[in-house]
Every structure is written in structure tokens, then in C-alpha cells.
């Protein structure tokens, strides 16, 4: 998944590491320190006084298959180098038997082993080497394999020559004269090969799915292996005493502790592979300055001559070795700068800079992979929208709006289930990767998000549009996404806070809804699109005061398309904005005109619905004031329309809208009663026209709940000074029973349905009397 989920994997490693359960004395490590420190005690008593020699061999036969078993049952898990580990240390103890063997059948004596004994301790000790280069670690270059040959070359070089110089002067002082001693040579010299070969290993390569801090103990097992072979001529003159006794007792207590943090850190999680740390190799050096120890103490035997050559052949080694040693460091550290800035490089390009959270790129490659798993699994994408993230933008700052936004990824991600992936994708847009039932956690995400935020010292409430697309197989990632955005979408489309989930129908509609955007397009420029005007009358006497603007579309192809068709894809677009902006210039010309043509009998107010969209736009109190100028129409004569909800929020909307009122235009409040209906609206919105919703008219002579509501508006708009115009009138049984309760302006089909500018030059008075002829 590249760098950043390298990372992810990284501090999930660590997070495992630090969950590895604390350590215990278990009844294994118990019986396994009990019996060392009885072979302990019994070869402290051997060094003071003679023993009897089977004693020393008894723990034996319980450390080995102790160790042994513990070691195969850390193996579980897919680990099989602990196997590798269980079948060493039982070829080991198989060593320690032949040994045993050699010294009770007379076939050897004292601390000398045959060929045989000798044979399957190193066969335990290979098996063992083999386990450590099975391990899976880090990747190696050709050349890096050079490298590594050479460092262990250099050090089995070193063991052989200490092993030269040390014992085989001394092995015939040490055994009577009869041993060679190439058998416990060689076993010095494999354990301490294994012991070293254990630490450069760790050092030099990942651990793999082996617990680190077991692996060190496992090294130790090869310094006390190469600690027996290094007391064997010490001990001859002590034949009842082998180093075994105590060693081999030793190394199966530190298996056995190895194999328990093994077992502990599976429990804590599996443990992850990592990258070694790139750390330099100090190996082949101290080899170089031990082997140089070793030629300077040989020396000192000889003449002068050869005194001064070996002190200036060392000394140049040391010069050399110290030069390269700086030159290596100094080359580690810049790679390790490399690699810094590499990882911080590559997380930037995987990452939003603001949230942390992954982006776009991740999401895409994550869902790639989902997509391309056989089974194919259960899961979904959901895209997360905060609805009027813009006003608080504007109206708090960007400081306040990068604040939401880091604790919304905040609160979207506690909400993420095992396995999910959060992302940002830009803006005020989240984006979910969900497997399983995706359902819950949409919930919660949202229930989670309407709680106040504290954002920079302000508390916010935030709501957010969701929609979900379940994959199915054949899909891409960029299908899945299309489809969550349609579904989001629909969700906008059906108010704030709404979650929905994609069906084929809503392709359909998308489909539908681009093709109209796109010809909508065409038509404001070839002249498709046209007014009409219902007429807004004085009641009782229904004389003519002012009309409403309402755009239509006459389709070359398709004939008349309603504004319930058109306008919602205009919104979706953005098409609203110079849609808007033409039914507005348009309104004010024709309203100039009639006043032109009819003076004192043209229409006094002609009414524009303004949208959200259009209010959201930063300057459009000003393009009101420039249509004004550029048509000549007074302002007072121009009424705009808005929904309550449009303004209700607050921010930018309101702010434009005064702005607007302050040109001195009318601000009409369009279908009161239906949205939020707060009376506090009323005095934060400079309305001076209130119009009552067609709901609420159309029961208003039944003399129920909704003529009560109609009858306490009408006084709220007499106390508040606010003209009321109720909306849908279609019968004059309405019209007089909303005249009777106070109301004295009115539009609907019984005064007038929406018609041409000529049609209005033309308009007879209805009053509420006169039933209404279509």
C-alpha cells in the first residue's frame, strides 16, 4: 500500500510491542529455572569436592524435552522457526546423551568426545542456523549477500584463530596428552559461530513474524554453547564434571524464555514484520582489532624485527578500518536523511495535510485491492459531505473551518469499524471504505457528527449528507465513487442531515438531470426560456397589485418542461446562479415597461424567487444594484423571495439579503409555516412581506388547525407591521374567509393563473365575490 500504510504497519508494530502482555513465572519457566539452579548448585559442589558423575546428568533429561516442547508449541501460527528451534535443542540433548554415553562406556574419558557426539551436537546447532536463515527478513541485493559473506567469513576467520591460538597449544597439558581435541574444537567454534551469526542476523535483517527481544534470547544460547566448549580443558582434571551439567541447562531455560515472549506477543497481536533499522556493522572491525590483539601478542615472543612489522601492519589496518568506518557513517546517516525525507515525502503524497487522515489516492488503491479479492467480499463506499460548510467559512474564518474539519475526521474516525478506511477527499467531502454491514456505522458516523463541536473557541453544529454504494463485482473504483456521490447528492436533494443509499433509479435521474443541465445550457443562450406572471391582487376588490415572476421552458423537441423538472438540475449545476441572475434582468425590464405603457396601472411590485445558491455568492447585492442601474427600474418596485430556510442559518445568505433590503427592495418570505417557522426569523431577516403557504389556505374554511394558524399569522403580521399575502387561493370560498380574517393580498388560480406580460397589460379585477373563470 506504499509508504503511508508502511508507516500505518509501523505504528501498528509498535502499538503490538507495547500491548505484549507483562511476563510471568509459567510453571515451564519454573521447572526449567528450578532444575538450573540444582545443576548449578551440584556443579559448584562438583568444583569443591568429587561427586558422583550421574547426578550431574539427570537434569538433563527433563531441561531438553522441556525445552523442547515449548519451543514447538510457539511454533503455532504459521511460525515455523521455532520448529527449526525445538528440533536443535532436542539434537543437542541427543549430543549431551552421546556424551554421556562416550564417558559412562569407557570409550572416552574426562571432558573428551567421539566423533559421533560430536557429530549430533553440530547437527542440532546447524539445524538451528538453518531456522535463523529461514527467517523472513529484509530483501538482499547480490551485492548485500556479498557483504553478509564476508562479514561471517571474517568472523569464523577470527573464532578459528582465537580457537588456534588459545587451546591447541594447551590441549595436551590440559587432557593427558591423549586427545587431539578437534571434536570440542569444533564445537567451540560452531557455537560461538552460531552465537555471533544470531546477533548479526538481528542486526542485519527484519525480524520477520519473530518476536524481536526472543530472537536476542536466542543469541545468548550461542554464547553459552561457546562459553562450554571454552571450559572443557579447565575441567580435565575433573573427569566427573562435564560443562554441560550446567550450560545445557542454561541454554534450555533461555529457550524456554524465548518461546514464552514469542507465545506472549502472538496473544498481543500478531507481531508484524518491520524493516531492520539501518545500523552499522561494528562486526567485521572488532574483528579486525581482535585478530590484530592476537598478532601483537604472538609477537611479543619473537625478535624485534617482527615486534615492529606486526605493530606497523596493525597499525595500518586500524588507520584504514578507523577511514572507512567514518566514511560508512558518515554514508549511513545521509541515507538515513534520504530515508526521511523519503517517508515524509511519500506520506505527504498519501495524506491530507490538515486531518492526517489518507486521501484520494489511498481510497482508490484500497478499494482496488477489495475489488480484485477473490472471494469477492461484502463492502461499501459512503461519501460524507457536511452540509453549509461554506457559510461558516465565511462567516467564522478558515481557521474556525479547518478546526471543524479536523474534528469531524476526528469523530468519523472513532466511529470506524475494524477493517474501515477514512478518508478526506477535499473541501468538506469525507469519504468511508466500509466492510460488512455498512448500515450501523452510517448511523452512528451521523448521530456522532450532529453533537456540538467545539471549532476554535466557537460550538457548532454540524449536519452532513451521506450517500452509500454497495460494490458489486465488475465494478471499478471510480464507478463505486460515482455511485456514492449520486447517492450523496440525492441526499442534498432531500434536505440536510439525510442518508441514502444508491438504486438505479437515481442513475436514471442523474442521467436525466446532465442532459437537461446540458441543454438548459443551450437554452438560455437561443432564447428558450421565457416569463410568465401570476398576478398578486388587492382583495376585497381583486384589483391587480403586483405579479410574480415564474420562468418556463418551451423545448424545441420536447415542448413545455415544468421548473419542477429544470430548476433542481439548475441547482445541482450551479446553472441556477445565471439562470437567476437572467429571470431577475429580465423581470426588471419587462416591469419597466408596463410602468412605461400603463403608468398608474402597471403592476406597483414585481416579485423574483432568489435561490440559496444565488444568496451564497459573495457580491450579489451588488449585481442586484447593477441590474437596477442598468434597467432603470426603481427599487422599491422589485420584491425578492426567499425561503425561510435559505436564511435561516445565517452567514452569507443573511449578510447579502440585508444588503439587498438596504438598496430598498422588498424582501418577500416565501411558504411561511413549512420549514423551520421560527418567529425569531422574523426579526433577524429583514422581511417586509410574509406569504402564507398553499397548505395551509387549502383548509382554511373547514375552520380546523390550519385556520387556526392561518388566523394567529395574520395578526402576527399586523403586530410585526408585515404584509401578508396568502398563497393558493383557488376558490372564492378561500378568498372570502381570508379576507374576513384580516388578509388583503392574495394570489392563486381564482385570481389568475401565471400568463404573458401582454395578458397582464390586460387584467380585469376580480373580487372575492366573483367566482373565478378559467
Same mark, same amino acid.
Request: glycine share 10%.
Given at each position: 500500500?506504499?509508504?503511508?500504510?508502511?508507516?500505518?504497519?509501523?505504528?501498528?508494530?509498535?502499538?503490538?510491542?507495547?500491548?505484549?502482555?507483562?511476563?510471568?513465572?509459567?510453571?515451564?519457566?519454573?521447572?526449567?529455572?528450578?532444575?538450573?539452579?540444582?545443576?548449578?548448585?551440584?556443579?559448584?559442589?562438583?568444583?569443591?569436592?568429587?561427586? !558422583?558423575?550421574?547426578?550431574? +546428568? *539427570?537434569?538433563?533429561? $527433563? %531441561?531438553?524435552?522441556? /525445552? =523442547?516442547? &515449548?519451543?514447538?508449541? @510457539?511454533?503455532?501460527?504459521?511460525?515455523?522457526?521455532?520448529?527449526?528451534?525445538?528440533?536443535?535443542?532436542?539434537?543437542?540433548?541427543?549430543?549431551?546423551?552421546?556424551?554421556?554415553?562416550?564417558?559412562?562406556?569407557?570409550?572416552?574419558?574426562?571432558?573428551?568426545?567421539?566423533?559421533?557426539?560430536?557429530?549430533?551436537?553440530?547437527?542440532?546447532?546447524?539445524?538451528?542456523?538453518?531456522?535463523?536463515?529461514?527467517?523472513?527478513?529484509?530483501?538482499?541485493?547480490?551485492?548485500?549477500?556479498?557483504?553478509?559473506?564476508?562479514?561471517?567469513?571474517?568472523?569464523?576467520?577470527?573464532?578459528?584463530?582465537?580457537?588456534?591460538?588459545?587451546?591447541? !597449544?594447551?590441549?595436551?597439558? +590440559? *587432557?593427558?596428552?591423549? $586427545? %587431539?581435541?578437534?571434536? /570440542? =574444537?569444533? &564445537?567451540?567454534?560452531? @557455537?560461538?559461530?552460531?552465537?555471533?551469526?544470531?546477533?548479526?542476523?538481528?542486526?542485519?535483517?527484519?525480524?520477520?513474524?519473530?518476536?524481536?527481544?526472543?530472537?536476542?534470547?536466542?543469541?545468548?544460547?550461542?554464547?553459552?554453547?561457546?562459553?562450554?566448549?571454552?571450559?572443557?580443558?579447565?575441567?580435565?582434571?575433573?573427569?566427573?564434571?562435564?560443562?554441560?551439567?550446567?550450560?545445557?541447562?542454561?541454554?534450555?531455560?533461555?529457550?524456554?524464555?524465548?518461546?514464552?515472549?514469542?507465545?506472549?506477543?502472538?496473544?498481543?497481536?500478531?507481531?508484524?514484520?518491520?524493516?531492520?533499522?539501518?545500523?552499522?556493522?561494528?562486526?567485521?572491525?572488532?574483528?579486525?582489532?581482535?585478530?590484530?590483539?592476537?598478532?601483537?601478542?604472538?609477537?611479543?615472543?619473537?625478535?624485534?624485527?617482527?615486534?615492529?612489522?606486526?605493530?606497523?601492519?596493525?597499525?595500518?589496518?586500524?588507520?584504514?578500518?578507523?577511514?572507512?568506518?567514518?566514511?560508512?557513517?558518515?554514508?549511513?546517516?545521509?541515507?538515513?536523511?534520504?530515508?526521511?525525507?523519503?517517508?515524509?515525502?511519500?506520506?505527504?503524497?498519501?495524506?491530507?495535510?490538515?486531518?492526517?487522515?489518507?486521501?484520494?489516492?489511498?481510497?482508490?488503491?484500497?478499494?482496488?485491492?477489495?475489488?480484485?479479492?477473490?472471494?469477492?467480499?461484502?463492502?461499501?463506499?459512503?461519501?460524507?459531505?457536511?452540509?453549509?460548510?461554506?457559510?461558516?467559512?465565511?462567516?467564522?474564518?478558515?481557521?474556525?473551518?479547518?478546526?471543524?474539519?479536523?474534528?469531524?475526521?476526528?469523530?468519523?474516525?472513532?466511529?470506524?469499524?475494524?477493517?474501515?478506511?477514512?478518508?478526506?477527499?477535499?473541501?468538506?467531502?469525507?469519504?468511508?471504505?466500509?466492510?460488512?454491514?455498512?448500515?450501523?456505522?452510517?448511523?452512528?458516523?451521523?448521530?456522532?457528527?450532529?453533537?456540538?463541536?467545539?471549532?476554535?473557541?466557537?460550538?457548532?453544529?454540524?449536519?452532513?449528507?451521506?450517500?452509500?454504494?454497495?460494490?458489486?463485482?465488475?465494478?471499478?473504483?471510480?464507478?463505486?465513487?460515482?455511485?456514492?456521490?449520486?447517492?450523496?447528492?440525492?441526499?442534498?436533494?432531500?434536505?440536510?442531515?439525510?442518508?441514502?443509499?444508491?438504486?438505479?433509479?437515481?442513475?436514471?435521474?442523474?442521467?436525466?438531470?446532465?442532459?437537461?443541465?446540458?441543454?438548459?445550457?443551450?437554452?438560455?443562450?437561443?432564447?428558450?426560456?421565457?416569463?410568465?406572471?401570476?398576478?398578486?391582487?388587492?382583495?376585497?376588490?381583486?384589483?391587480?397589485?403586483?405579479?410574480?415572476?415564474?420562468?418556463?421552458?418551451?423545448?424545441?423537441?420536447?415542448?413545455?418542461?415544468?421548473?419542477?423538472?429544470?430548476?433542481?438540475?439548475?441547482?445541482?449545476?450551479?446553472?441556477?446562479?445565471?439562470?437567476?441572475?437572467?429571470?431577475?434582468?429580465?423581470?426588471?425590464?419587462?416591469?419597466?415597461?408596463?410602468?412605461?405603457?400603463?403608468?398608474?396601472?402597471?403592476?406597483?411590485?414585481?416579485?423574483?424567487?432568489?435561490?440559496?445558491?444565488?444568496?451564497?455568492?459573495?457580491?450579489?447585492?451588488?449585481?442586484?444594484?447593477?441590474?437596477?442601474?442598468?434597467?432603470?427600474?426603481?427599487?422599491?418596485?422589485?420584491?425578492?423571495?426567499?425561503?425561510?430556510?435559505?436564511?435561516?442559518?445565517?452567514?452569507?445568505?443573511?449578510?447579502?439579503?440585508?444588503?439587498?433590503?438596504?438598496?430598498?427592495?422588498?424582501?418577500?418570505?416565501?411558504?411561511?409555516?413549512?420549514?423551520?417557522?421560527?418567529?425569531?426569523?422574523?426579526?433577524?431577516?429583514?422581511?417586509?412581506?410574509?406569504?402564507?403557504?398553499?397548505?395551509?389556505?387549502?383548509?382554511?374554511?373547514?375552520?380546523?388547525?390550519?385556520?387556526?394558524?392561518?388566523?394567529?399569522?395574520?395578526?402576527?403580521?399586523?403586530?410585526?407591521?408585515?404584509?401578508?399575502?396568502?398563497?393558493?387561493?383557488?376558490?372564492?370560498?378561500?378568498?372570502?374567509?381570508?379576507?374576513?380574517?384580516?388578509?388583503?393580498?392574495?394570489?392563486?388560480?381564482?385570481?389568475?393563473?401565471?400568463?404573458?406580460?401582454?395578458?397582464?397589460?390586460?387584467?380585469?379585477?376580480?373580487?372575492?365575490?366573483?367566482?373565478?373563470?378559467?
Amino acid at each position: 500500500m506504499g509508504d503511508g500504510v508502511d508507516m500505518l504497519r509501523r505504528a501498528k508494530t509498535a502499538e503490538a510491542a507495547s500491548a505484549v502482555p507483562p511476563w510471568r513465572l509459567t510453571r515451564t519457566l519454573a521447572a526449567a529455572l528450578g532444575l538450573l539452579i540444582v545443576a548449578a548448585i551440584w556443579f559448584t559442589v562438583g568444583l569443591l569436592h568429587p561427586t !558422583p558423575p550421574v547426578l550431574g +546428568w *539427570l537434569p538433563l533429561l $527433563v %531441561t531438553v524435552p522441556l /525445552a =523442547g516442547v &515449548t519451543s514447538w508449541q @510457539a511454533a503455532k501460527n504459521g511460525r515455523a522457526f521455532w520448529r527449526y528451534i525445538s528440533v536443535g535443542i532436542v539434537l543437542v540433548g541427543l549430543g549431551a546423551a552421546a556424551n554421556a554415553y562416550d564417558y559412562f562406556s569407557g570409550t572416552e574419558q574426562g571432558q573428551r568426545i567421539s566423533g559421533m557426539t560430536a557429530t549430533v551436537y553440530t547437527s542440532g546447532l546447524v539445524v538451528m542456523l538453518l531456522g535463523l536463515l529461514l527467517i523472513p527478513g529484509a530483501r538482499r541485493t547480490r551485492i548485500e549477500w556479498a557483504r553478509f559473506g564476508l562479514d561471517i567469513a571474517t568472523v569464523i576467520v577470527t573464532v578459528l584463530a582465537f580457537s588456534w591460538h588459545v587451546f591447541y !597449544p594447551r590441549w595436551e597439558s +590440559w *587432557l593427558g596428552g591423549t $586427545v %587431539t581435541g578437534s571434536a /570440542a =574444537g569444533l &564445537t567451540v567454534v560452531a @557455537a560461538g559461530f552460531i552465537c555471533v551469526f544470531a546477533f548479526i542476523k538481528v542486526a542485519f535483517t527484519g525480524t520477520g513474524p519473530i518476536d524481536r527481544r526472543a530472537l536476542h534470547l536466542l543469541a545468548l544460547t550461542g554464547a553459552l554453547g561457546a562459553g562450554g566448549g571454552a571450559l572443557a580443558p579447565p575441567l580435565a582434571s575433573r573427569p566427573y564434571l562435564n560443562s554441560g551439567h550446567v550450560l545445557l541447562p542454561g541454554t534450555c531455560l533461555l529457550v524456554c524464555l524465548a518461546a514464552d515472549r514469542q507465545r506472549r506477543a502472538t496473544r498481543a497481536g500478531d507481531v508484524l514484520p518491520r524493516p531492520a533499522p539501518r545500523r552499522l556493522s561494528l562486526m567485521p572491525y572488532a574483528a579486525v582489532l581482535a585478530t590484530g590483539a592476537l598478532l601483537m601478542f604472538s609477537a611479543a615472543t619473537h625478535d624485534a624485527d617482527l615486534v615492529v612489522t606486526a605493530a606497523a601492519s596493525v597499525t595500518v589496518t586500524l588507520l584504514v578500518a578507523a577511514r572507512q568506518l567514518i566514511a560508512l557513517r558518515d554514508n549511513a546517516l545521509l541515507l538515513d536523511n534520504l530515508d526521511a525525507r523519503g517517508r515524509e515525502l511519500a506520506h505527504q503524497a498519501t495524506h491530507d495535510a490538515l486531518t492526517g487522515l489518507p486521501n484520494r489516492t489511498v481510497l482508490i488503491r484500497e478499494i482496488a485491492d477489495a475489488l480484485a479479492q477473490q472471494p469477492f467480499p461484502a463492502f461499501s463506499v459512503a461519501l460524507v459531505d457536511l452540509d453549509d460548510f461554506k457559510e461558516i467559512n465565511d462567516d467564522l474564518g478558515h481557521a474556525v473551518g479547518d478546526a471543524l474539519l479536523i474534528a469531524v475526521a476526528e469523530r468519523i474516525t472513532a466511529q470506524l469499524p475494524a477493517g474501515g478506511t477514512a478518508v478526506r477527499l477535499g473541501g468538506d467531502e469525507y469519504a468511508l471504505l466500509l466492510r460488512g454491514d455498512s448500515t450501523s456505522t452510517l448511523t452512528a458516523v451521523a448521530t456522532h457528527l450532529r453533537r456540538p463541536v467545539r471549532a476554535d473557541g466557537h460550538e457548532l453544529v454540524v449536519e452532513a449528507s451521506i450517500g452509500l454504494a454497495q460494490a458489486r463485482p465488475g465494478d471499478t473504483a471510480q464507478e463505486l465513487l460515482r455511485r456514492a456521490d449520486v447517492a450523496m447528492y440525492e441526499a442534498k436533494g432531500r434536505g440536510k442531515g439525510r442518508q441514502v443509499v444508491h438504486d438505479m433509479a437515481m442513475d436514471q435521474r442523474t442521467a436525466e438531470q446532465a442532459r437537461l443541465s446540458a441543454e438548459l445550457r443551450a437554452a438560455l443562450d437561443t432564447g428558450q426560456l421565457h416569463l410568465l406572471y401570476q398576478p398578486i391582487v388587492e382583495m376585497p376588490h381583486g384589483e391587480l397589485y403586483g405579479v410574480e415572476a415564474l420562468v418556463r421552458w418551451a423545448h424545441p423537441e420536447r415542448g413545455p418542461i415544468g421548473p419542477a423538472l429544470f430548476i433542481p438540475a439548475a441547482e445541482r449545476t450551479g446553472l441556477i446562479v445565471p439562470l437567476g441572475m437572467w429571470i431577475l434582468e429580465e423581470a426588471c425590464r419587462q416591469a419597466v415597461r408596463w410602468r412605461d405603457e400603463l403608468g398608474d396601472a402597471a403592476p406597483r411590485t414585481v416579485t423574483v424567487n432568489v435561490s440559496a445558491r444565488q444568496l451564497r455568492e459573495a457580491g450579489f447585492a451588488d449585481e442586484v444594484a447593477t441590474v437596477l442601474r442598468r434597467t432603470g427600474l426603481p427599487a422599491q418596485v422589485l420584491t425578492v423571495e426567499v425561503t425561510e430556510t435559505t436564511v435561516f442559518d445565517g452567514g452569507t445568505a443573511l449578510e447579502e439579503l440585508r444588503a439587498v433590503a438596504a438598496l430598498g427592495v422588498t424582501i418577500a418570505l416565501d411558504d411561511f409555516g413549512t420549514g423551520h417557522s421560527s418567529l425569531g426569523l422574523l426579526r433577524s431577516c429583514p422581511a417586509d412581506i410574509l406569504k402564507i403557504d398553499k397548505s395551509f389556505v387549502d383548509d382554511v374554511t373547514d375552520g380546523g388547525q390550519q385556520a387556526v394558524v392561518v388566523a394567529a399569522l395574520i395578526r402576527i403580521c399586523d403586530g410585526m407591521r408585515l404584509r401578508a399575502v396568502a398563497e393558493g387561493v383557488e376558490t372564492a370560498e378561500q378568498a372570502a374567509e381570508l379576507h374576513r380574517l384580516g388578509y388583503r393580498f392574495a394570489q392563486g388560480y381564482h385570481f389568475g393563473r401565471p400568463m404573458s406580460a401582454a395578458a397582464i397589460a390586460t387584467y380585469r379585477p376580480l373580487s372575492v365575490e366573483r367566482p373565478f373563470a378559467a
